[in-house]
């Protein structure tokens, strides 16, 4: 653009390809069984508690330096 005058675009991609990002979670440990057969009834055991963090997200900007 000439002299001390400069043009910059800034593209940025969070999450482009849109997978799964598990916020700071745990597994679940608390087994529960039924204490005549010995079965187990508690179906959410072993999985993955919480939620994940936000779908895809796209921030554009454009600077002027002079």
């Excluded at 482009?16 to 745990?26: C, H, I, R, S």
């Excluded at 079965?39 to 072993?46: H, V």
Aim: charged share 15%.
């Amino acid at each position: 653009m000439g002299a001390s005058r400069r043009l910059q675009f800034r593209l940025e991609l969070y999450n482009a390809f849109n997978t799964d990002q598990w916020a700071a979670t745990g597994v679940d440990t608390s087994a529960h069984f039924h204490y005549i057969t010995g079965e187990q009834t508690d179906t959410a055991f072993g999985s993955l508690t919480g939620a994940t963090l936000s779908a895809r997200r796209i921030q554009l900007g454009i600077r002027f330096t002079f």
